[in-house]
């Protein structure tokens, strides 16, 4: 939405509002003529860098302005300033980001604690920058932590980020998970209409946000859910790697990355090889055998290797915590990731406070299998009164990965609540799935109307596997914001009632597994968790950067599937295993039939990214470590979404290899002398096999004439209906299927191919390494993830923007023990997919009905004579 330039002529009418307009227009003309940069009533503005903030509480007014120091001098002060900050136990990323937006919101963080750090004294930081068309009078953040809220503070925060702290009462921390809850309600400064509310937002700085406690030093193999994740919000893992690792050992420790990840339950995962890595967060990872990890430092101290072993060295120096996992021989380390994966998949109810455990649980959505009928307050929802113009409630559901959406069914929303008098007759709720419109029902009365059991229907076809996100957003617009009196009584007045015990009643669902299709595999990686062969993790150029992709989708994908995946690590894609490929390389490492397997145009890639394929990266943060600006904060981009800066390398002598010219037509055979000599010396043009098979059939059937009539006519009629059934299927299926268009600005492809679970292929692939590194580091982020679905996905990891492109035609597999019940609603679903078929059918059931009916009637009555 653009940035408003001039206000409503309906809002400037009371004079508290024009006063109010014209103290907001000086306030921006102070700003614009300082030092901050001016911004937009969208927060966008040029890239700064972000600096230490002020401490103490943001209500105190400002001390005086200090006298200009030294350079020297406020370089030191600035050191002494970031030392003097404790670190905070950030909150982990989630699929809501870290923004509040509109006039009520709310995100919620489960952070998992030990005993030792719910000792002591503690204190819950916040670290935001709003909007400048926020309120500050009459807007607030509200922290809380589980359930019991700790402290408020008016949103004023519109040119820098600020950072406020609010004392926890002894004991309110426990351990295990705890919820930390950040509500924002925000009204707009001049402006009434709905439109406005868009421009209302608060973004929580993940940096320099959470709790602050002690470290973890009781730390050990039960408590891993600790590990503290980074500046934004991912679980960096650091795979200590030394030397070039065969193949088997990079495939156990891939499978030690996934388990790790389970353990963590909510965190993202970023993995790297090499070095160890330093600081607080994050855990390193030793993998191999006993003979493999000896003479590394610490590993004497876990004693005899025996059996398989599991040991966690503490943090030491600067160097973050390490997870040994090992055993005398290979089988023994995997045994000892079986039992790594085990402590994190138990089963039972996380530790921690109720509220912690309930959100650990809402986080990944509420699990849906079907014939539901569920009240909101189950989902994280509860009551409330609202006071303003567009009140938005969300929640999360996680469909079966191998739901088939169709329309053969409704999930029906049953609304309890009510509106007050007096608003416009354009007031209604709207329904969104997903991003997209769903339902939307009118509030018709002026008198205002208290309803329990308002049904607004949701069609099926909108809902995908994996997580769901439904928004119920009610519109009251009312005849008082047409003066837009911010300070009026009227403005105070409650307009929308909201009851938990709205009610989401789901039908069953038909289970079958939609091929192609990229929500099946995120939502619980299906072709690679099929029973069947193993599947196979295909890495052509198993390069430091390409591995680093590869265990972090890994990683990702057994998140999703909630064990470790078996894969089988490959480096030819050509090599056939029998089960489902996830291939993970740059572009020119591919070979073009892996392109064409899942519907890409070799080709048209190969063009779009010629120039990024030459690039390498220069040092700098990005990707995988991770960027923070304060555009990029306005913005609201997932701070692990940028790409690498470029440079393109000096070509020397290996130089590309020249396109060969085509060949020069073949000149036409001479009448004679010299030159039909050499014609005869060159090799005759290559006989087609059909024209051989049409030369011995002509003479096997001989010469007689009306043989050859007959047979003519024959193969003239076969000809005309073969033509005709290809007319029919084309009508029945649509046109044949086109490669995938390609987005130009993609940095990464994401595609699936194959049309059973044994033939699968999901290809990852960027221009080159660096490239993919950065851009996979992007996609696993919670709230890009949860978009995937279609046949390719586009990622320009500049910004996580993502573009989808939906198949052709989709096949169905089968997941389910064979049930007539099942099998209906399949068949229902399919006939919705392919409504060519299915009017088919019914012209041909509807004809059929006439003919027998004809047939009955005329076996009936008397002729006339």
Same mark, same amino acid.
């Given at each position: ?48 860098? %972000? ?19 030294? &350079? ?9 300033? !970031?030392?003097?900050? +404790? ?19 709310? =995100? ?31 807007? *607030? ?7 019991? $809220? ?11 980020? $600020? ?86 050992? %990079? ?48 590993? *004497? ?38 039992? =790594? ?48 113009? !567009? ?50 029902? +009118? ?9 329990? /059991? ?37 403005? $105070? ?23 192609? /299709? ?20 295909? %890495? ?25 995946? /078996? ?45 990024? @394929? ?109 033509? @005709? ?10 046109? &044949? ?61 500049? /910004? ?16 389910? &023990? ?12 399919? =006939? ?22 004809? @047939? ?10």
């Amino acid at each position: 939405m653009k940035a408003r330039t001039r206000y409503p002529q309906g809002c400037l009418v009371g004079a508290r509002a024009r006063a109010i307009a014209l103290i907001t227009v000086l306030a921006a003309a102070a700003w614009a003529a300082g030092p901050a940069a001016a911004q937009s009533f969208l927060g966008a503005g040029p890239a700064e860098r %972000l600096t230490i903030p002020p401490a103490g509480d943001a209500l105190r007014p400002p001390p005086p302005a200090a006298p200009a120091r030294p &350079p020297a001098q406020e370089a030191e002060r600035r050191i002494s300033t !970031q030392a003097a900050i +404790a670190p905070a136990r950030r909150f982990p990323a989630g699929t809501r980001g870290y923004r509040l937006s509109g006039e009520e919101a709310t =995100l919620a963080f489960p952070v998992y604690l030990t005993e030792a750090q719910t000792r002591g004294s503690a204190r819950l930081r916040v670290s935001y920058i709003s909007s400048i068309s926020v309120a500050p009078e009459s807007s *607030e953040l509200v922290g809380s932590v589980n359930g019991q $809220k700790v402290g408020w503070t008016r949103i004023q925060a519109p040119g820098a980020v $600020k950072v406020v702290e609010f004392a926890l009462a002894e004991g309110l921390l426990k351990a295990g998970y705890n919820a930390v809850t950040l509500a924002a309600s925000q009204r707009h400064r001049v402006d009434c209409s709905i439109e406005a509310t868009y421009e209302l937002w608060t973004q929580i700085d993940p940096s320099r946000s959470g709790l602050v406690v002690p470290p973890a030093g009781d730390l050990d193999l039960k408590t891993l859910a600790a590990l503290e994740p980074d500046e934004s919000g991912a679980l960096p893992v650091g795979v200590i790697l030394g030397e070039k690792p065969s193949l088997e050992r %990079l495939e156990r420790m891939i499978g030690a990355v996934q388990a790790v990840a389970l353990v963590g339950r909510l965190a993202r995962p970023a993995v790297t090889f090499g070095a160890p890595l330093n600081g607080r967060t994050g855990v390193n990872l030793l993998v191999g055998t006993a003979s493999e990890i000896r003479g590394y430092e610490g590993v *004497e101290e876990i004693g005899p290797i025996t059996g398989p072993r599991l040991a966690l060295l503490p943090q030491r120096g600067s160097r973050a915590p390490v997870l040994v996992v090992t055993g005398p021989g290979g089988a023994d380390v995997r045994q000892a990731i079986a039992t =790594l994966a085990a402590t994190g998949n138990t089963g039972e109810q996380p530790a921690g406070t109720p509220a912690g455990a309930e959100l650990t649980a809402l986080t990944r959505g509420y699990p849906i299998r079907g014939g539901e009928d569920l009240t909101l307050d189950r989902l994280g929802v509860a009551t409330r009164e609202f006071n303003g113009r !567009q009140l938005r409630v969300a929640f999360e559901v996680r469909f079966p990965a191998d739901l088939v959406p169709a329309d053969y069914g409704k999930v029906m929303l049953h609304l309890a609540g009510g509106y007050a008098a007096g608003l416009e007759p354009s007031a209604q709720i709207v329904v969104d799935i997903n991003g997209r419109n769903a339902a939307s029902v +009118a509030l018709p009365y002026s008198r205002g109307e208290v309803f329990d /059991d308002s049904a607004i229907p949701l069609p099926l076809s909108l809902w995908r596997p994996g997580l769901n996100r439904v928004e119920i957003s009610a519109q009251l617009p009312a005849l008082a914001d047409r003066a837009c009196d911010t300070l009026a009584p009227a403005m $105070k007045r409650a307009r929308f009632l909201f009851l938990d015990r709205t009610r989401l009643v789901v039908p069953a669902l038909a289970r079958a597994v939609r091929q192609p /299709d990229l929500a099946a595999v995120k939502a619980g990686a299906v072709p690679f968790v099929a029973p069947g062969p193993r599947p196979r993790l295909v %890495l052509p150029t198993p390069d430091r950067d390409s591995a680093d992709a590869a265990a972090t989708l890994a990683a990702r994908l057994a998140i999703a599937a909630g064990r470790v995946i /078996d894969f089988e690590l490959a480096t030819d894609e050509r090599a056939g295993g029998g089960g489902a490929s996830l291939v993970v390389a740059p572009v020119r490492a591919l070979n073009p039939v892996t392109l064409q397997a899942v519907g890409l145009d070799p080709d048209q890639v190969r063009r779009i990214w010629e120039g990024r @394929a030459e690039t390498v990266a220069t040092p700098g943060a990005f990707g995988a470590e991770g960027v923070l600006t304060l555009d990029r904060l306005r913005r609201n981009l997932p701070m692990r979404c940028a790409l690498p800066p470029s440079a393109t390398p000096l070509r020397v002598a290996s130089a590309a290899q020249a396109p060969v010219p085509p060949a020069p037509p073949r000149p036409a055979v001479p009448s004679g002398g010299a030159s039909a000599a050499s014609a005869a010396a060159q090799p005759a043009p290559a006989v087609s096999e059909a024209e051989i098979i049409a030369r011995w059939d002509e003479t096997v059937r001989g010469t007689s004439a009306l043989p050859a009539v007959l047979v003519g006519a024959w193969d003239g009629l076969a000809r005309h209906v073969a033509q @005709a059934r290809e007319t029919v299927s084309g009508w029945i299926d649509g046109p &044949p299927p086109e490669a995938v268009p390609i987005n130009p600005r993609a940095s990464l492809i994401m595609a699936e191919g194959g049309t059973r679970f044994d033939d699968t292929t999901v290809l990852v692939t960027a221009p080159n390494p660096s490239m993919l590194k950065a851009s996979v580091s992007c996609l696993v982020d919670p709230v890009v993830w949860t978009r995937l679905v279609g046949q390719a996905a586009f990622l320009d990891a500049s /910004d996580g923007n993502l573009s989808i492109v939906e198949p052709k035609g989709v096949g169905l597999i089968e997941t389910q &023990p064979r049930a007539l019940a099942n099998l209906r609603l399949v068949a229902a679903a399919w =006939l919705s997919l392919n409504p060519g078929i299915y009017v088919g059918m019914t012209l041909l059931m509807a004809l059929c009905l006439g003919l027998a009916t004809t @047939a009955l009637v005329r076996q009936l009555g008397r002729r006339n004579a």
